[in-house]
């Protein structure tokens, strides 16, 4: 089972709608995959027409086995949802004996292939537990200074996490791509001269992004055809498809 | 030690090609406003080198001269009523076709001397 972490502590940047089509991606190409929602917005469940509950909450405090709070949102596609209760469920990890390894105490019995971690835009200690528990860091930012500052935090905690002798893997996923500007493909050219192969191919912006959490649906059921998962144009080098293929690599690795 | 190792491309090979594209998009951007729409024109032309005859190129040259057409133009015509042909089974290749003596080819097509 592998563990992949959405990280960036800048909010809309985003995540969500990474994690969510990823999620539901590696579920449609046979990989059963669980994504758990860490952000007390319960955005996940939203964006894929569940309702919103207190999943973590349950996992963390009442100690509720995973297969029993687990929604199905798709064929191969659980969900534990979030609410404002993730809020209070952070407060228990902080006071708990080994705040930064309770996550991957609770997930290590998960019974799936791939476990997908929807970040909260913050840094605190469910976020460390979470970089605790992880194999792989996606880190979804927009080519703007301030969200490529983003990546230097999430990168600094990381840093402390490898300290602790845990292995992990990164890769920098840019969003909102706007082709027509100057300053992000200037944000793009720095992001790949500082992170190098560890940049992926960026998502175009893309109006779908944002019209499909309103029905209910993942991108690939309300627009495979997008720019967001396909590319632009001809091209066709960017975008989620693209994304996804690279995510099946990691969890293959 | 295996001899069999792949170096891991330094930079997303996806992620290379997007950047190259915009870097040619400043480029035109930079030129004199006259040399844009020919500069990008150019860069969305899709072109091929090709090996040609000599005497096919000047016949073909002087078709397009008569049909007041460009070479190009006649060239990507006359390609796909051939291909055209060749899928419909009204052209077949193997009695043209040549042993060749380049190693990347088994055979090597024989065009007919008269092309006019």
Same mark, same amino acid.
């Given at each position: ?7 960036? !502590? ?27 929602? $860490?952000?007390? !917005? +319960?955005?996940?469940?939203?964006? =894929?027409?569940?309702?919103?509950? /207190? ?7 009442? @100690? ?61 200690? =469910?976020?460390?537990?979470? =970089? ?7 880190? /979804? ?11 230097? @935090?999430? $990168? ?11 292995? $992990?893997?990164?890769?920098?996923? /840019? ?13 793009? !050219? ?20 944002? @019209? ?20 632009? +144009? ?20 | ?8 491309? *330094? #930079?997303?090979? *996806?992620?290379?090609?997007?950047? *190259? ?14 040399? &844009? *729409? ?9 072109? %091929? ?13 002087? #078709? ?6 460009? #070479?190009?133009?006649? %060239? ?6 051939? %291909?055209?042909?060749? &899928?419909?089974?009204? #052209? ?11 190693? &990347?080819?088994?055979? %090597? ?8």
């Amino acid at each position: 089972m592998k563990i992949i972490t959405i990280a960036n !502590q800048k909010g809309d940047v985003g995540k969500t709608t990474s994690a969510v089509t990823l999620a539901h991606g590696l579920a449609m190409t046979e990989h059963r995959t669980l994504l758990v929602d $860490l952000d007390p !917005q +319960g955005h996940v469940a939203f964006a =894929l027409g569940a309702e919103k509950a /207190p999943g973590l909450y349950r996992l963390i405090v009442d @100690e509720d086995p995973i297969d029993q709070v687990a929604v199905q949102a798709r064929e191969n596609l659980d969900i534990i949802p979030g609410d404002k209760r993730t809020e209070k469920a952070k407060r228990t990890v902080v006071i708990s004996n080994f705040p930064t390894e309770i996550l991957g105490r609770i997930l290590q019995p998960a019974d799936y292939d791939v476990v997908i971690l929807d970040m909260a835009p913050s840094l605190d200690v =469910l976020h460390v537990s979470a =970089l605790m528990a992880s194999d792989w860091v996606i880190i /979804p930012t927009k080519l703007d200074a301030m969200a490529v500052d983003g990546v230097n @935090e999430v $990168l600094r905690s990381m840093g402390e996490v490898v300290e602790r002798g845990h292995r $992990l893997g990164y890769s920098i996923l /840019p969003t909102f791509f706007d082709r027509t500007t100057r300053e992000t493909v200037v944000q793009l !050219q720095a992001l790949v001269d500082t992170f190098k192969g560890h940049v992926w191919p960026p998502i175009p912006q893309d109006t779908h992004a944002r @019209e499909a959490p309103a029905y209910g649906k993942s991108l690939w059921e309300y627009c495979s055809k997008s720019p967001a998962v396909m590319g632009y +144009g001809t091209s066709l080098v960017a975008g989620y498809a693209s994304t996804l293929k690279r995510t099946v690599e990691v969890v293959c690795e | 030690m295996s001899n069999n190792l792949n170096r891991r491309p *330094a #930079i997303d090979p *996806a992620v290379a090609d997007i950047l *190259a594209g915009a870097e040619r998009k400043k480029r035109i951007a930079s030129l004199p406003k006259a040399e &844009r *729409a020919k500069a990008r024109k150019d860069a969305a032309r899709h072109k %091929v080198g090709l090996d040609l005859p000599p005497d096919l190129h000047e016949t073909l040259r002087q #078709i397009a001269n008569k049909e007041k057409v460009s #070479i190009s133009s006649l %060239v990507a015509f006359l390609s796909q009523h051939g %291909v055209e042909e060749y &899928r419909a089974g009204k #052209i077949a290749l193997d009695p043209h076709k040549r042993l060749s003596r380049c190693a &990347r080819f088994e055979y %090597v097509l024989m065009l007919d001397k008269t092309c006019e």
